[in-house]
């Protein structure tokens, strides 16, 4: 019986040594933003496993007359500790000049907490997702911000 119990603990102990290194070093920026100049508010999540090989997430944007888009991430760019790019397809959009297949590049920064002091948003848009993601890859700064978040708060894990 002895032995049994002793074989249990160690699979369980095994597995979650398993569970934590699976997910150590995952890569995630969420948030729950308004922003200037117009007082958008953008909520989005995004993630990337531990090798950048698997990205995944959304990304909501909502104009101050209730318009909004919403997007599914396609790639994830971990600048520093505190600074994530990311893009995303658009998959639905009722904003004029924002249509399904658009792609948007947002980069967040984390100016630590409480949420409004120092984070910062910028964005984006190209004509396809595969442009935003290209312009993710290499790092590319968004053209237009930097936008002050005016109330809510973002945070960038590494």
């Excluded at 102990?13 to 948030?31: D, N, Q």
């Excluded at 990304?59 to 888009?69: C, E, L, Q």
């Excluded at 590049?105 to 984006?124: A, M, R, Y």
């Excluded at 190209?126 to 005016?150: E, H, I, K, N, R």
Aim: some cysteine.
């Amino acid at each position: 019986m002895k032995k049994i119990s002793l074989a249990i603990a160690l699979v369980a102990v095994l597995a979650l040594v398993f569970a934590a290194t699976a997910f150590a070093g995952t890569a995630k920026a969420t948030g729950g933003v308004q922003y200037t100049p117009e007082g958008h508010f953008l909520n989005f999540n995004v993630h990337e496993n531990k090798t950048g090989t698997k990205v995944w997430g959304n990304v909501k944007n909502r104009t101050p007359d209730g318009s909004s888009y919403h997007a599914k991430v396609c790639c994830v760019n971990v600048i520093s500790a505190d600074t994530v790019l990311f893009a995303a397809e658009i998959v639905a959009s009722d904003i004029p000049g924002i249509s399904v297949g658009n792609g948007i590049l947002i980069q967040v920064k984390d100016g630590g907490s409480p949420g409004t002091k120092g984070d910062i948003v910028w964005g984006q848009l190209f004509s396809t997702a595969a442009t935003a993601a290209a312009a993710c890859a290499t790092q590319t700064t968004p053209s237009l911000g930097p936008y002050a978040v005016l109330s809510g708060n973002l945070v960038v894990h590494k």
